[in-house]
């Protein structure tokens, strides 16, 4: 449509390697059948049958590989092109679509599997057994039909930053995305996802920045925005812990009493006495 592919069914006998035409801008690969490899510098994502992976392949590797011998692997593409997208959106843009309000420069994610995903894969499958059927109004009607799926999935927030950069293609510091989510529930490795890169790559960028490794900096910086909302706030204590991202009650008083040798009601009495 308008000159672009859109969807593309492709059959990979092992071991493989393909390399996505550099056109594309984003793309949602389904693995139908067998199971592929995705790897961008050091970060590597395993794909199995029925699950999906979601690429910004502007800001991505271009390639999927599998060294298993014993299985092909089916794989269905939906490309997603701005310009297209622009098209047939010419009136409002859908949600999911839009800029994000996370700081993050996440440029892939798998999709789970989504029973819903599935059945629309395989109502694709028919029109390729029926090509004649297909037209632009299908193709408008198709496209429009996954990205509202994509936007019910689980994984609809990590599908929107990916999504949203082709219409925002902003870039954030390693810094920015670290401040941005200091007290967020976020583990390393989902931190790690927000930059980009992989767990041990985080690691070392962020001792080279910080002067410290990310689990004591960023419990320390939780601790202290605790500590502050302690004096400057009658928030339950409960409350501050889960503002300060800690998702545990017991684990927050233990971390602060190890740090400021007081428990939290302990602290916020002390203070005020004083």
Do not use: W
Not at 165 to 186: D, G, V
Request: hydrophobic letters at 40%; aromatic letters at 10%.
């Amino acid at each position: 449509m308008f000159g672009k592919s859109l969807i593309q069914r492709i059959v990979l006998k092992p071991p493989f390697k393909y390399e996505f035409p550099v056109n594309e801008q984003a793309c949602l690969l389904f693995v139908r059948e067998g199971a592929f490899q995705y790897k961008m510098d050091d970060i590597q994502i395993g794909v199995p049958t029925n699950y999906s992976l979601l690429l910004n392949c502007v800001k991505s590797g271009k390639q999927i590989h599998h060294s298993d011998a014993k299985n092909f692997c089916e794989v269905v593409i939906v490309t997603f092109h701005l310009d297209v997208l622009k098209k047939i959106y010419n009136r409002e843009i859908p949600l999911i679509l839009q800029p994000s309000i996370k700081v993050s420069n996440q440029s892939s994610g798998k999709v789970n599997n989504d029973f819903l995903i599935q059945k629309y894969i395989e109502g694709l499958l028919f029109y390729f057994e029926n090509p004649s059927l297909v037209n632009d109004e299908v193709l408008v009607l198709k496209l429009k039909e996954i990205i509202l799926l994509l936007s019910q999935t689980q994984e609809a927030g990590t599908i929107q930053v990916i999504l949203s950069q082709l219409f925002s293609p902003r870039t954030y510091t390693f810094k920015q995305i670290i401040e941005a989510n200091l007290f967020s529930q976020l583990t390393v490795e989902k931190l790690a996802q927000q930059t980009n890169l992989s767990v041990s790559s985080f690691k070392r960028e962020f001792t080279k920045l910080y002067n410290d490794t990310p689990a004591n900096y960023i419990r320390n910086k939780k601790l202290e925005k605790a500590a502050e909302l302690l004096l400057a706030s009658d928030q339950r204590i409960s409350d501050i812990a889960f503002n300060c991202g800690f998702n545990d009650l017991a684990n927050f008083t233990k971390s602060f009493n190890d740090k400021f040798h007081s428990t939290p009601t302990n602290y916020r009495l002390n203070q005020i006495d004083k």
